[in-house]
């Protein structure tokens, strides 16, 4: 089977110093021949290890920075509207570190035509090659493939043991035994257009596309609803604080009927809008706020905007209470719409919550009537 016509990404930098390997050479870090097998634990080490990065907060996206480039993005399965899928163009080793803070060790190493779920992006300030960070997983385990999207290929030769555990999803996040770590961008073909037929020529995605049309907007999802499109995310209002904004798109358009950002008090840090449900002319943003800026004392809120055909906010609720989660709890939902569903005269919300940072998350359902 042919590989589906793929777009190569943008290509990202690195800015190294000392002896730290060259990420701008057209070879992989020489040190790797001679670096000892990461161990199971070293796959499993944090992949911002070294960087700036602002505080995790619950359904955000993580944003790092590095001399000469950021990051941003997060960990979380393909497996959604917003995924970003590629596969190897050229065979290649994912590495355990970003190679700005320390030589990094090889984990495995991928042949062409294997897929890979992107999680991390790097923006360079220069127009050398850079990174992203990956794991590879099996077109099985992403719906919208239907057996297309890679050419047959090599299973992923792991460096060191093999760990016991097989790849899957555990818990919205793959698990041990996928092979993860840090690629150069230059050895990806990203797929466009959601996995087009063969023969077909590349074209940016949709949510691409959106973003482009939202300049300095992070999109959370996208809904596709009768003949339109509802694009959620957060964006800098005048104020410089960050705000959620909703955006409409008539299908097959990239350039928005409206946007509307939907503002928050004064005495919280920042909001973000990160569902939407449409049913004809109703449509309900699902927004998230954070009371803070920083994750130990902040709490995050969330609550409903209802927005009229012509993008006014007429009405929101402020979800204050969720059976068998106390007051001070931070509520949110994951990423997919399945967690923000429009059922009649109510709207069907399966989220998580947890009392402090600490805490483990835990799952609720919660019905609230449409307003």
């Not at 057209?26 to 001679?34: F, G, N, R």
């Not at 760990?163 to 797929?191: K, M, N």
Request: proline content about 9%; charged content about 15%.
């Amino acid at each position: 089977m042919r590989t589906s016509p793929l777009r190569v990404g943008a290509l990202l930098t690195l800015t190294m110093m000392g002896c730290r390997p060259d990420p701008s050479s057209t070879s992989e870090p020489a040190s790797h021949a001679a670096t000892q097998p990461p161990s199971p634990a070293r796959r499993l080490a944090d992949p911002l290890a070294g960087l700036a990065c602002d505080p995790p907060r619950a359904g955000w996206a993580r944003t790092c920075t590095a001399p000469g480039y950021a990051i941003t993005g997060a960990v979380t399965n393909c497996d959604t509207e917003t995924a970003s899928l590629a596969s190897i163009a050229a065979g290649a080793e994912l590495m355990d570190r970003f190679p700005s803070t320390t030589t990094p060790s090889a984990v495995a190493t991928l042949s062409p035509g294997q897929m890979v779920c992107i999680h991390y992006r790097a923006q360079p300030s220069d127009d050398r090659p850079g990174w992203r960070y990956v794991t590879a997983i099996d077109e099985s385990m992403v719906k919208a493939c239907k057996g297309e999207c890679t050419t047959p290929h090599a299973a992923a030769a792991w460096v060191g043991p093999k760990p016991q555990l097989p790849c899957r999803v555990t818990h919205g996040a793959y698990s041990a035994g996928c092979p993860s770590g840090w690629i150069r961008a230059d050895r990806l073909d990203e797929y466009s257009m959601g996995l087009p037929p063969d023969g077909e020529t590349a074209a940016p995605t949709l949510k691409e596309a959106y973003e482009t049309a939202l300049p300095d907007t992070t999109i959370y999802s996208v809904t596709q609803a009768a003949g339109y499109a509802c694009v959620v995310g957060a964006r800098l209002d005048d104020l410089g604080r960050q705000s959620a904004i909703v955006a409409k798109f008539a299908n097959g358009d990239t350039t928005p009927v409206w946007t509307t950002l939907i503002p928050h008090d004064s005495d919280v840090y920042a909001n973000r809008a990160t569902h939407c449900a449409c049913e004809s002319e109703r449509c309900y943003v699902l927004v998230a706020t954070d009371t803070q800026p920083a994750q130990s004392t902040s709490q995050t809120l969330i609550s409903i905007a209802r927005l009229s055909t012509a993008g006014a906010i007429v009405g929101t609720h402020e979800v204050t209470t969720i059976p068998g989660v106390p007051g001070n709890a931070s509520a949110w939902l994951d990423a997919g719409s399945s967690h923000f569903v429009l059922k009649g005269q109510s709207l069907a919300l399966a989220g998580l919550w947890r009392a402090s940072p600490e805490d483990a998350p835990r799952p609720f359902t919660l019905q609230v009537s449409t307003f």
